[in-house]
């Protein structure tokens, strides 16, 4: 069975400094992909950033990046250069294999940016 | 513009009654998701369906129920025997042939009252 671990449940950083949000995860499948959500207060599933257990390259998408670190089973998210807007939570996930692409969510992480 | 929409956005219902869940996507995308969320914790698969007339368990399907009768439209209804009902729900979609990112509607909050 799958298992995302978020151990961080609550983060401050302050405003334009980076910030790196923890996650692991425990899978027994061979391909398998990792992403990352941000939920803000209105409730809404923002899609971030995607990485497969294949690709040889850390993904990046803006001032988001990944550090994948396989054999260490970690998916990390790095913001750079916070912003006031980047406060909310922030959901780990793991597809399961190829079927149906179902995700298994990690509990998350509150980031609170601070002016 | 192209999403996916979720109503109500809030819903209160009484205990014994069944309320069901809209979920539209005009992304023309095949297979589609709903998410449970309790306060304060991560997302569980309720059920998901990959075509059209075809739908699957998560692992929390019990006291819900859903339909695929259209690729664009996959409703929820949560039943008298869904024991904790209240919580936010999350409708996702994904185009099958266009990688692997599940896209999230704005989700609806359902309280029983």
């Known amino acids: 069975a799958q298992k995302i671990t978020q151990t961080q449940p609550g983060m401050f950083v302050q405003e334009k400094e980076a910030v790196t949000l923890d996650c692991t995860y425990d899978t027994s499948d061979q391909s398998y992909g990792l992403f990352w959500y941000k939920q803000p207060s209105s409730g809404e599933m923002i899609f971030l950033i995607y990485q497969g257990s294949y690709d040889e390259q850390n993904a990046t998408e803006g001032r988001y990046s990944l550090n994948f670190q396989k054999a260490r089973k970690s998916a990390n998210l790095v913001i750079s250069a916070s912003q006031l807007g980047d406060s909310a939570m922030y959901f780990c996930a793991m597809r399961r294999g190829n079927a149906g692409n179902m995700l298994t969510f990690g509990g998350g992480t509150r980031l609170m940016v601070k002016p | 513009d192209g999403g996916i929409t979720q109503s109500p956005k809030y819903l209160f219902r009484k205990e014994g009654q069944n309320v069901t869940l809209s979920c539209e996507q005009n992304l023309n995308h095949d297979a589609m998701y709903w998410y449970r969320q309790d306060p304060g914790q991560g997302l569980r698969l309720i059920y998901y369906?990959?075509?059209?007339?075809?739908?699957q368990k998560g692992d929390i399907a019990e006291g819900y129920s859903v339909s695929r009768e259209k690729k664009e439209s996959f409703p929820l209804t949560v039943t008298s025997a869904q024991k904790n009902p209240t919580a936010f729900y999350l409708c996702?979609?994904?185009?099958?042939?266009?990688?692997?990112?599940?896209?999230f509607g704005e989700g609806s909050w359902l309280t029983v009252v």
């Open positions: 996702a979609s994904r185009k099958v042939s266009a990688g692997n990112t599940i896209y």
């Open positions: 369906s990959q075509i059209v007339n075809d739908f």
